[in-house]
């Protein structure tokens, strides 16, 4: 069975502030991954995902994840936070080539932004 | 842009009673999916639904939930006797998926719901 495990419940930062949150995650087969972000009272939203090809993939926002398969991680990161960048963050993972796979998120990471 | 509609957006129930939340996936997806987030934690699979069956179940998903698709468009969660424990928000998701099933899930806005 798939998991996903992030490293940090709450991060604080300050405006401009760079940015890595990290992502683990647990599966013998091939994985596409993926990062959500969800706004104050607001749905899931995808900010990048990886399928296969080059491990450091660009997201919207300025955000970025590096795939390290040696290492099972998917770590997001941002050079310089903005404070609307306050949320929480969810990596998560989907078996490829799984017919109707569920998508397994790990338990979130909670953003603070300090203006 | 197209997206996943769910209502109704909040629902407050008296326990016991039935539920049934709404979703209408994006149309062109052919993988449909819940999952719930009791408030403050962590997004939860509930179950997975692939050409008119049920794929894969979570523990969560005992025999007080069902989904069903009545027609080309809906994709309803049904739980027949809420509990308190139930309140949470649920979010109805859908993705492509066809063949290699590399594709990112779109997600509903969500429903609230609130047994009391």
């Known amino acids: 069975a798939q998991s996903v495990s992030q490293h940090n419940h709450h991060v604080i930062l300050s405006e401009a502030a760079s940015l890595e949150l990290g992502c683990n995650y647990s599966?013998?087969?091939?994985?596409?991954l993926f990062w959500y972000v969800q706004y104050p009272g607001q749905h899931l939203q995808l900010l990048l995902k990886?399928?296969?090809?080059?491990?450091l993939v660009k997201g919207i926002k300025g955000f970025e994840a590096e795939f390290i398969k040696s290492k099972f991680s998917f770590n997001l990161r941002k050079p310089s936070v903005q404070w609307s960048d306050t949320a929480e963050y969810f990596c998560?993972?989907?078996?490829?080539?799984?017919?109707?796979?569920?998508?397994?998120f790990g338990p979130g990471t909670r953003l603070s932004v300090l203006p | 842009e197209p997206e996943v509609t769910q209502t109704p957006s909040h629902q407050v129930t008296q326990m016991g009673q039935e539920v049934i939340l709404r979703c209408v996936p994006i149309?062109?997806?052919?993988?449909f999916y819940w999952y719930r987030q009791i408030l403050g934690q962590k997004v939860e699979f509930l179950v997975s639904?692939?050409?008119?069956?049920?794929?894969?179940k979570s523990e969560i998903f005992d025999d007080q939930f069902s989904v069903e698709r009545p027609d080309g468009s809906n994709f309803t969660l049904k739980i027949r006797s809420t509990k308190l424990e139930d309140s949470a928000m649920y979010f109805c998701?859908?993705?492509?998926?066809?063949?290699?099933?590399?594709?990112?899930?779109?997600f509903g806005q969500g429903t609230r719901l609130t047994v009391v």
């Open positions: 998701a859908s993705s492509v998926g066809q063949g290699a099933g590399n594709t990112e899930a779109f």
């Open positions: 599966y013998g087969g091939t994985v596409n």
């Open positions: 990886y399928f296969s090809g080059d491990p």
């Open positions: 998560a993972v989907n078996a490829r080539g799984n017919y109707g796979q569920n998508f397994v």
């Open positions: 149309s062109n997806h052919l993988y």
């Open positions: 639904f692939y050409n008119n069956e049920i794929s894969e």
